[in-house]
């Protein structure tokens, strides 16, 4: 099987710009979630869909927005971009248990900078 | 809630020495718990899991952890280090379906030659 899929995987972007990252998943899982990555804060939780719905949301700022379509794949959309979200996107997919939480997978992450 | 502490965020071995990277977690409930490790600049490859079956869990590239209750610990081991285990290492933590799993803040793996 494919594995977790993110384009693009390097990003330059100015300050007041807006971005829109895609993820593909694993072929199968339903549940897609976005992780920030710096070396100041770690890994943050930023948002998971599944089924097309936000079913659990981070502390992030509004400008920070994400959707799922119905093949599972998802996108994540910055606006107004600062410096600080200069950062290494992370998207993961996972399979649905219905008693257990399953790992998940995750993809080679985007690098974005802004300048 | 649920939560996750890395006692040492920096660990460095001699080649062929044991490795042991400890974490410790709280949690409500039966919790899953896992290791992932990510090599600089890539994405979290996932080492092992536990989901309360055997309470000693293998995982890839010779590492396992153990689940003790008691001590509410998930510490990961491994007999030899060898230098491509160089790399951050985080423990994870999940308490409850379809809730977010919770990082820690990752253990630096240093392995000299």
């Known amino acids: 099987k494919a594995g977790v899929t993110q384009t693009p995987r390097y990003l330059i972007k100015t300050r007041g710009q807006q971005v829109t990252l895609s993820c593909s998943p694993i072929?199968?899982?339903?549940?897609v979630s976005w992780y920030q990555q710096t070396p100041g804060q770690g890994l943050q939780f930023l948002f998971e869909?599944?089924?097309?719905?936000?079913?659990n949301k981070g502390n992030f700022p509004g400008r920070f927005s994400g959707r799922q379509f119905s093949n599972s794949r998802s996108e994540m959309n910055v606006s107004t971009l600062e410096l600080g979200d200069s950062a290494l996107y992370l998207c993961?997919?996972?399979?649905?248990?219905?008693?257990?939480?399953?790992?998940?997978?995750f993809g080679p992450g985007t690098r974005l900078t802004v300048t | 809630a649920q939560s996750v502490t890395q006692l040492d965020s920096h660990v460095s071995v001699s080649e062929g020495t044991p490795v042991l990277l400890r974490c410790n977690y709280s949690?409500?409930?039966?919790?899953?718990l896992f290791w992932y490790v990510q090599h600089p600049n890539k994405g979290l490859q996932l080492l092992l899991k536990?989901?309360?079956?055997?309470?000693l869990v293998k995982g890839i590239n010779g590492f396992e952890a153990e689940f003790k209750k008691s001590e509410t610990s998930f510490h990961l081991t491994k007999p030899s280090a060898h230098m491509s285990d160089a790399a951050e290492y985080f423990c994870?933590?999940?308490?409850?379906?379809?809730?977010?799993?919770?990082f820690g803040k990752g253990t630096r793996l240093s392995v000299i030659a």
């Open positions: 993961a997919s996972s399979l649905e248990g219905r008693w257990v939480t399953y790992e998940q997978y």
């Open positions: 072929s199968g899982h339903r549940s």
């Open positions: 869909y599944f089924s097309e719905t936000q079913r």
């Open positions: 949690s409500s409930y039966s919790p899953s």
């Open positions: 536990y989901t309360s079956a055997a309470t």
């Open positions: 994870v933590v999940s308490d409850q379906r379809n809730t977010p799993l919770v």
